[in-house]
Every structure is written in structure tokens, then in C-alpha cells.
């Protein structure tokens, strides 16, 4: 044990750069609060994924199986997001658009099929919360999304029977959580910034000491506020923002007479040493979540390629709840990042069929309990690049009464119990100002138990495990 822990002790040594035992080491980056700023930002990712799984199925007194699967997708999405910060007001708004398909070709002997899933989505999401000089706050996040999903599908059984089938499903989805809370979560990777660029022109030779700390927080107010100015060339930004801090460093007499040293070092700092988003705070909220979600089905069968047969299926399910959020940031130091969110709802909800109210089976009602509890360890060894572990768990309980058609039409009592571990890995690398790079990684396991209590039988008892490997590779391109 005392060697593994000299082993991993060498590899962060390894890992840390020289610049973890200057002067900045023990900077406190929870001192620095963000100055009144807009962002606009449009991104395009593209994400490539492989999922495998194996699950176990068991009911009681009956058999048990298992089942292994093993898929790859891809998808593009278009994300807009804008943030604005100021004393009063902290929110956000996101739109994206989202679409992927996933082909699947199956041969032997004696079965050919196929078949092709295919997603379309946008949604639309806003924060916004309002606060008073005491940092309490009025939250409201509306949030909205429009999907579509086809599923086509061909299975012919040695030519002598065939199925065509085109499942087309359309849902949106609509919810407006209100809450009261207190605390603030401020950015704070401008800091980081200012830090980075200040310790390179040091080791370059171009300033005798690193500044104070005030000197510090103030350069960071200022790339904070040039960085989010509007600029329709992208030239003319560069230029001004280089403007910017050059004047800063020279007025608060910083560097040394300007040379291609000098300005090489700002440059590449500028462009490469923005780094992933970096938080810190306490914030906690409480509210009255809500939601209404309409579905649309259609399923279109074709055997034999006679003419296909049509069946229509709606749903809307209205939801009406409260919940309870706690969220805390920690910059450990300049190079270490932690972060907890817990999180506790309980809603209830009402699925209704519109086209036939008086449908047991379509209409009914659900009493669910959600907790979540996670944990991040972000480090950050250079200007570059983020590893982060993140380990969270979940428990979810659901319950209601249900209507069954067989052998009799009867009632029973559904319980719902499902529990989720999970453990990530994620890297981040930073490219470019426009092309970034993310890996993640993640083992979950998940295990389910549903309960059908009946008055006049046995309960009936599912119990499934699941264990999930995923792996996904990003990539990311800015437009601004």
C-alpha cells in the first residue's frame, strides 16, 4: 500500500508544472467576483459514443435471463448560449438543436432486418435569478422542447413472411420552476487567466515580481469585460483586447519596455490559457417545479406489403411539485476544483388521453420522489487541459394505481424503486480559441425493482440490474 501511494505521489509530481510553487500558489480564487458582463457564444458538437450493457432480468416465481448489448451512435447539435451577469441579475439562456440516427443491419440463414432510428430536437432553456443586496434571490427557469423521433424497421423470416413497420413519435415538453433561494455561484476562470499570463512573462523575464493580489483581481475585472465585447471581425477583437491588457500592465508598471517576447507570450496566452469554466459559491433553493408534456404516436404495419395498417396514440401528463437544491463550489487552489450538488423533488403527476378520458389504462396517476447527491474533483495541471472524476447517486421512487385488462379488468398498487451509482472520468483539452476536445468515460450500475401489489393474488415482483460502460469522444467548434 505505502509503494502504490509513492507511485501515485511521483505521477502528480510529475503532472504539476513548475508554476504550482510560485508566488500564486495559495491564491484564494473564491475572492474574485465577476464585474457586469454579457457572453454570446454558438457551438457546434459533434459527439461519436459506444455503449455496452448487461442486464439481468428475474420475476418471481417464474424464469430469469440475461441479455448483453453492445452499440455506437453519433449526433450533431448546434448551442447557442448567452450569459449575463450583473449585481442584481445572474441567468442564462441556451437553445440547441439537436438531431443523431442510429442504423442497425442484422443477417443469418434464416432472418434479415433492419433498422433506423432517427432524432430530432430543440429546446430552449433559461436561468434567471434576481437578487437583493443580502444575496437572497427569486429564481425562474422556463424551459421548452419540441421532439421528433422515427423508427423504421424490416424484418423478413426466410422469404416467406415479412413486416414493415414506421413508428413516428412527437413530444414537447414545457416547465417553468419558480424558487426562493440564497447564495451566488460566481465564474471565476478570468482570474485564472490573469494568473496564467502573469507567471509566463515572469518566467519569460519580462517582469521583475509578480504583482500584488489587488493588482491581480483587477487585471481579471478587465479581461472579464473585454473578452464579452461584440466584434464582427474577429481581427479587430484580438487587436483591442491585447490593447486592453497591454495598457493595464503598462499603467500599473508591471512589464518591462515591450519587445516580441513580451507580446508573443500575451498573444499565446490570450488565445490557448482560457481553460474550462471554473465556479465558486454556496447557493441553496427551494420552489414549486411544474411541467406539462404532450405525446403524439404514430404506428404505421405493413405484413407482406399488403397496405400498411394505422394506429394513433396520445398522451399529456401534467406534473405539479416542489423540490429542494443545495450547490457548492470550491477552488481548492489554482490547480485543484471541487464541487457538490444534492438535490431532493416530489411531484405528482396526471397522464390524461385526450382521445379517450374514460381509458383506465391511459389515464392514471404517479406520485414521484427523486434524490440525486454529486461529487466533482477537477484538476487542472495546465492552461490547457481538465481531468475530472465525478461520482454521483440517485434514488428514484414512483407509485400509483394501475388498471390490467387480463384475466379480469382489475386494479393494483405499481411501486417503483430504482437506485443509480455512477462513476465518471472526463478529459478536456483545449485546441484552439475555436476547436476544443472532450473525452468522458463512464461506469454506472442501476438496479430497478418494480412491486404490483393485488388484493386477490400474490405480488408480482420484477427485479432487473444493469450495468453500463460508456465511452464518448467530443468534438467541439465555436462559431464566436
Not at 426466410?158 to 414493415?164: F, V
Request: aromatic letters at 14%; charged letters at 20%; proline letters at 4%.
Amino acid at each position: 500500500m505505502k509503494r502504490l501511494s509513492k507511485y501515485l505521489f511521483l505521477i502528480l509530481v510529475t503532472l504539476i508544472p513548475p508554476g504550482l510553487y510560485g508566488q500564486y500558489k495559495g491564491f484564494d480564487l473564491s475572492r474574485y467576483k465577476l464585474p457586469d458582463i454579457k457572453i454570446n457564444r454558438l457551438d457546434a458538437n459533434v459527439n461519436l459514443s459506444n455503449d455496452a450493457s448487461s442486464n439481468s432480468y428475474e420475476i418471481s416465481n417464474a424464469d430469469s435471463s440475461e441479455m448483453k448489448n453492445n452499440s455506437f451512435q453519433g449526433d450533431l447539435n448546434l448551442n447557442y448560449y448567452h450569459f449575463r451577469n450583473t449585481e442584481k441579475y445572474q441567468g442564462d439562456l441556451q437553445i440547441t438543436l439537436f438531431g443523431n440516427t442510429n442504423p442497425y443491419k442484422y443477417r443469418d440463414d434464416a432472418v434479415y432486418s433492419t433498422r433506423n432510428i432517427q432524432n430530432e430536437n430543440l429546446s430552449v432553456s433559461s436561468t434567471n435569478r434576481f437578487y437583493n443586496q443580502k444575496l437572497n434571490f427569486i429564481e425562474a427557469d422556463p424551459q421548452a422542447s419540441v421532439n421528433k423521433s422515427v423508427n423504421k424497421s424490416y424484418y423478413e423470416d426466410m422469404g416467406n413472411y415479412s413486416r414493415k413497420e414506421c413508428d413516428d413519435q412527437y413530444t414537447t415538453n414545457i416547465s417553468i420552476p419558480v424558487s426562493v433561494g440564497h447564495g451566488r455561484i460566481e465564474p471565476v476562470e478570468d482570474l485564472r487567466l490573469a494568473i496564467y499570463i502573469l507567471e509566463e512573462l515572469n518566467k519569460a523575464g519580462r517582469i521583475d515580481s509578480l504583482p500584488s493580489d489587488e493588482v491581480v483581481l483587477d487585471m481579471a475585472r478587465q479581461i472579464s469585460a473585454i473578452k464579452r465585447k461584440r466584434f464582427f471581425d474577429t481581427r479587430l477583437k484580438k487587436i483591442r483586447e491585447l490593447q486592453v491588457i497591454d495598457s493595464f500592465l503598462i499603467a500599473n508598471r508591471v512589464i518591462k519596455p515591450a519587445d516580441i517576447t513580451y507580446f508573443a507570450v500575451l498573444n499565446d496566452q490570450w488565445d490557448y490559457a482560457s481553460g474550462p469554466p471554473r465556479s465558486t459559491g454556496f447557493a441553496v433553493n427551494a420552489g414549486i417545479d411544474n411541467g406539462f408534456h404532450s405525446g403524439y404516436a404514430s404506428l404505421a404495419t405493413s405484413i407482406d406489403a399488403a397496405e400498411p395498417d394505422k394506429s394513433i396514440s396520445t398522451q399529456n401528463i401534467w406534473e405539479i411539485g416542489g423540490f429542494f437544491q443545495a450547490r457548492y463550489y470550491k477552488p481548492v487552489n489554482l490547480y485543484w476544483q471541487t464541487s457538490v450538488i444534492f438535490l431532493v423533488s416530489y411531484e405528482r403527476e396526471f397522464a390524461r388521453d385526450p382521445r379517450d378520458e374514460d381509458n383506465p389504462f391511459r389515464n392514471y396517476e404517479t406520485n414521484v420522489l427523486n434524490t440525486s447527491l454529486g461529487y466533482s474533483l477537477q484538476f487542472l495541471p495546465n492552461s490547457r487541459t481538465s481531468v475530472e472524476l465525478t461520482f454521483s447517486g440517485n434514488y428514484w421512487n414512483s407509485s400509483g394505481t394501475r388498471t390490467i385488462s387480463t384475466p379480469l379488468p382489475s386494479q393494483y398498487q405499481m411501486k417503483d424503486n430504482t437506485f443509480t451509482l455512477l462513476a465518471g472520468l472526463g478529459m478536456y483539452y483545449y485546441i484552439s480559441p475555436q476547436f476544443r476536445i472532450q473525452l468522458n468515460s463512464s461506469l454506472s450500475y442501476y438496479t430497478r425493482n418494480d412491486v404490483n401489489s393485488r388484493s386477490t393474488q400474490p405480488d408480482i415482483r420484477y427485479l432487473m440490474n444493469s450495468f453500463h460502460n460508456n465511452f464518448a469522444l467530443t468534438l467541439i467548434y465555436s462559431f464566436f
